[in-house]
């Protein structure tokens, strides 16, 4: 009696992956397959679960430091246009002086009153927006050297009689010279200075 014949298992159908790179195929049956899918998912899926946050805590980083540009660009203009206001006041103050030749204590005092309502706008700017060290300092010393400026112009205000005698509207308009002459030329630079903090290439007063 014949002995049985077993007949063979069929092959386990291979399932390929071409690579094009060079045509080399990668085959394996699809229970490995399933396997391997399963692996890439994973580790698709972790990559995304990290990936995502990571990109959108990047996005909120750029959007908020925009933002910081933005308002400190804002007070740094804010500040410029300020310190002009404190001069064109300063400047008023001088020319009242100059040209009113019935120079009044009251007439000084509302112009420095102007004067000192400008430089009160200008201290209420909030430094702590300005992050760059430069910017802070050349801030402060703007205002330090507009206080110093008002209070050189206060000692010219002149005390005694309402209405200052001819010799002393000379000795007032000599003072008021002196005097502008003397802050002028810190005025331009202060504005220069701020606006150099914006932009570096912006040249200096004189040049």
């Not at 094009?20 to 698709?44: G, I, K, T, Y």
């Not at 007439?107 to 992050?131: C, F, G, M, N, Y």
């Not at 010219?156 to 030329?185: F, M």
């Amino acid at each position: 009696m014949d002995a049985l014949t077993v007949p063979a298992s069929p092959p386990t159908p291979q399932y390929c992956l071409l690579w094009l790179h060079n045509w080399d195929a990668v085959c394996m049956p699809r229970s490995d397959w399933a396997s391997w899918m399963q692996a890439f998912a994973a580790v698709v899926a972790l990559a995304i679960a990290v990936g995502v946050p990571l990109l959108q805590h990047r996005h909120a980083e750029a959007r908020a430091e925009e933002s910081r540009l933005r308002e400190e660009e804002r007070v740094l203009s804010l500040f410029i246009s300020l310190v002009r206001e404190v001069h064109i006041q300063f400047h008023r103050l001088y020319s009242t002086a100059q040209n009113n030749q019935n120079l009044t204590i009251a007439v000084v005092r509302k112009s420095r009153s102007a004067l000192i309502r400008a430089l009160d706008s200008l201290e209420s700017v909030p430094l702590q927006t300005l992050s760059n060290a430069y910017s802070v300092n050349v801030v402060i010393d703007v205002i330090d050297r507009t206080h110093e400026a008002i209070e050189k112009l206060g000692g010219g205000v002149p005390v005694g009689p309402l209405v200052i005698s001819t010799n002393g509207v000379s000795q007032a308009h000599a003072h008021w010279r002196a005097e502008y002459a003397a802050v002028n030329d810190d005025f331009q630079r202060m504005q220069w200075a701020l606006r150099a903090v914006r932009d570096p290439s912006d040249p200096p007063p004189g040049q």
